[in-house]
């Protein structure tokens, strides 16, 4: 089945730091492989999506994740976080062909402090 | 632009209590879904539908039932609420595997 694992639950930075959160999946089949945000009080929403071409993928709010098949990761970079991004990011992953279940990860709880 | 509507928003059920979560999508969308998100744990796949008439299992579909009459609707049945059932519930619709899942705004459920 396939599966997909955010190895950080929890991640604190300052104001300007720069943001890095791992995501892996565990199917070797073709993948569709999103990131989604979820601030405070509201629904998901979609940061950005990589299915087919470039493997450096760029999202709104200056998101940008590289999808590295030999790795089986999708990791979400930003060079300098704003308080703003306080929020729990989500890695999903669907499989071409696969019945399109649309499969998330456990999720990663930024906290941006001034 | 509705997108994808759940109701109700808030509800508190009782123990054994039945009670259908509504998700309505006006986009057409031939996929959708039902997550629950408890925290630390992401957002559990209950059942989704790929179309009018066809629905499917996901991760937690145990207490749980579905229909999908409609390329519209998808409710979600509680048929005898536990408090194991206590969590937040978002239904989602997207065209494709490849395209962006559309989300309700949520229903948080409390079983006492």
């Known amino acids: 089945a396939q599966s997909v694992s955010q190895h950080n639950h929890h991640v604190i930075l300052s104001e300007a730091a720069s943001l890095e959160l791992g995501c892996n999946y565990s199917?070797?089949?073709?993948?569709?492989l999103f990131w989604y945000v979820q601030y405070p009080g509201q629904h998901l929403q979609l940061l950005l999506k990589y299915f087919s071409g470039d493997p450096l993928v760029k999202g709104i709010k200056g998101f940008e994740a590289e999808f590295i098949k030999s790795k089986f990761s999708f990791n979400l970079r930003k060079p300098s976080v704003q308080w703003s991004d306080t929020a729990e990011y989500f890695c999903?992953?669907?499989?071409?062909?696969?019945?399109?279940?649309?499969?998330f990860g456990t999720g990663t709880q930024l906290k941006v402090e001034l | 632009n509705a997108g994808v509507t759940q109701t109700p928003k808030f509800r508190i059920l009782k123990i054994g209590q039945s009670m259908t979560l509504q998700c309505a999508q006006d986009?057409?969308?031939?996929?959708m879904y039902w997550y629950r998100q408890d925290p630390g744990m992401g957002l559990k796949l209950i059942y989704y539908?790929?179309?009018?008439?066809?629905?499917d299992k996901g991760e937690v579909p145990n207490g749980y039932n579905v229909s999908r009459s409609t390329t519209e609707d998808f409710p979600l049945r509680l048929e005898l609420a536990a408090p194991s059932q206590t969590s937040v519930y978002f239904c989602a619709s997207n065209d494709s595997p490849s395209t962006e899942a559309f989300f309700g705004q949520g229903t948080r459920l409390t079983v006492v």
């Open positions: 199917y070797g089949g073709t993948v569709n």
């Open positions: 986009m057409n969308h031939n996929y």
């Open positions: 539908s790929v179309g009018a008439g066809i629905t």
């Open positions: 999903a992953v669907t499989l071409t062909g696969g019945g399109n279940k649309l499969t």
